[in-house]
């Protein structure tokens, strides 16, 4: 290519970051008239085709470049990102595949792979790649983690525990293996090998302050399951102390209170004037640790729905919109483009499962927007509810009221407030289920769940099936996969001694039991 052509091209690009994309089309396309065999003009002319809703232009483009150059990533990248839009999660793995099959592949373009392929739920291919990775770099802490996380998130715990091993004896400041380590297994001795190895690991020097934290709440789960509860405490205490994740409860009262305001009988008939009628499926929602991950475990056992995860569109969607009471004008256009991603996410094929427990938070909004979404409330003893989400390490900012008692109880009010609105204003759109009705007498619960999603009851529910196919990346991996067991219910109360004032506040601002809640 010359230095003239050379410039043009780097004017073109400029001009797809700037979104001027015709502009960028137009030039690209002269280009490739110019210099037809040049790779680089033709990538991005397939991209700017792609970014012009032309992907049946760009896929034979971007099909030769792979063939051509079979080694070069972006190129194999670009083509599994197209057929991944299409939904042609198949032939985006396969495009991948030969990529992967090259000789020499570095790791940074090894793991963007395995990232790929576990987006698409491709997690066979992803396990494969990962463990001829591993075999060729033994002492890769971040291989044998991710290969970990890998086997953790299909159920496979005897390797994930193996490779979790691994990871932190090359690395012990992978500060999250610890706590995985931790929920994937139920201890039965409080010298276990892997409880010795925490305590070793946090007397020992050179942790990191988020080691340190995840090392707590790592001793406090399995120190939990032998018994030894004083302890188990003590750790928890400390494990959230060390975290010290910054939640201002005012700031979540006053959106409450905007959320409230925004759902007048005005509002929702807005809304409903922009409704999706077409869009099906199932919304699982209630406080952290409410028996969501499980509920939803279950229900993918019919034949036909689908479990898909903890979906992040809606609250996406909403924080998007303008604050507080204010419809926007292209609201119709908002909602059409939202529809389209949340059907794709949910699928098509079977009625999907959102089991994004947050999700209770934008109830306003996607219950008059979808007349045939389905809202399933999980309800289970604050107290429980409470302990449980005290010890656990999330993630998401969105939680950061979890690690201080306060705080929690603070968040419980605001969802109250919330739930008893929406019931009010949508009383026949919601199905509340009981964990603890769950628990105890499961055929009845779940018989009348089916009958509120109009589905046909099978004896599949009842059964603790393989379940491989089920990708669960939430803290209740490891429960969801276990057949129903009562020890969860009323487990707060082995740490009454040392939280009892907590619990008391919790019991007095919560409904009168599952039948009456939010009624």
């Known amino acids: 290519m010359t230095s003239p052509s050379k410039q043009q091209l780097n004017t073109a690009r400029r ?14 396309q002269q280009l490739h008239r110019e210099h037809p065999q040049d790779a680089d003009i033709g990538f991005w002319l397939s991209n700017a085709l792609r970014m012009a809703g032309r992907d049946r232009d760009a896929e034979p483009l971007l099909t030769a470049l792979t063939a051509d150059y079979p080694g070069q990533p972006d190129y194999a990248f670009s083509l599994a990102f197209l057929y991944r839009q299409r939904h042609e999660n198949e032939r985006a793995a396969q495009a991948l595949a030969r990529l992967a099959g090259q000789a020499g592949l570095d790791k940074e373009t090894l793991l963007r792979i395995v990232s790929f392929y576990r987006e698409m739920g491709q997690l066979d291919p992803a396990i494969e790649l990962l463990r001829r990775f591993t075999d060729r770099h033994g002492t890769d802490a971040q291989g044998h983690f991710l290969l970990a996380r890998l086997y953790q998130s299909t159920g496979q715990f005897k390797p994930a525990i193996a490779h979790y091993r691994k990871a932190l004896n090359f690395n012990p400041n992978h500060a999250s293996g610890w706590i995985r380590l931790a929920k994937i297994q139920q201890f039965q001795q409080s010298d276990h090998r892997d409880i010795e190895a925490m305590r070793r690991t946090l007397n020992g020097d050179g942790l990191l302050p988020e080691t340190r934290a995840c090392l707590h709440f790592a001793l406090g789960k399995a120190l939990d399951d032998t018994g030894q509860y004083q302890d188990a405490w003590q750790h928890l205490e400390l494990g959230n102390r060390l975290h010290n994740a910054r939640w201002q409860p005012e700031t979540w009262q006053h959106w409450v209170q905007q959320q409230i305001q925004a759902a007048t009988v005005e509002h929702a008939e807005t809304l409903a004037r922009e409704a999706n009628p077409a869009l099906r499926g199932i919304l699982i929602t209630g406080l952290l640790r409410s028996g969501t991950t499980l509920l939803e475990s279950i229900l993918d056992r019919h034949a036909d729905i689908r479990g898909r995860g903890e979906l992040n569109l809606p609250a996406q969607w909403v924080d998007a919109l303008p604050g507080g009471a204010t419809v926007p004008t292209d609201l119709g256009a908002r909602v059409s483009e939202f529809s389209r991603s949340y059907a794709a996410a949910l699928g098509i094929d079977k009625l999907g499962i959102d089991k994004n427990p947050l999700n209770f938070r934008y109830l306003g909004w996607l219950i008059p927007l979808f007349p045939n979404l389905k809202i399933v409330h999980c309800i289970r003893d604050w107290r429980d509810c409470a302990l ?7 993630q998401h900012a969105d939680n950061a009221y979890a690690y201080h008692k306060d705080h929690i109880s603070a968040f419980y009010r605001g969802y109250r407030q919330l739930m008893e609105h929406w019931q009010q204003r949508f009383p026949n759109r ?14 009845a619960e779940l018989r009348a769940l089916l009958d509120w999603l109009e589905q046909d009851w099978t004896d599949d529910l009842l059964t603790a099936a393989d379940n491989r196919h089920r990708v669960i990346h939430t803290a209740s991996t490891w429960q969801a996969r276990q057949a129903l067991y009562p020890s969860s219910v009323g487990r707060w109360k082995h740490y009454r001694a040392f939280a009892g004032d907590w619990f008391d506040q919790l019991a007095a601002q919560m409904p009168d039991g599952c039948g009456q809640a939010f009624s």
């Open 430 to 443: 919601i199905h509340s289920l009981c964990y603890e009705a769950l628990i105890s007498d499961p055929q």
């Open 15 to 28: 001009w797809l970051q700037e979104q001027r994309t015709d502009d960028a089309l137009d030039l690209l």
């Open 388 to 394: 449980s989400t005290y010890s656990q390490l999330f």
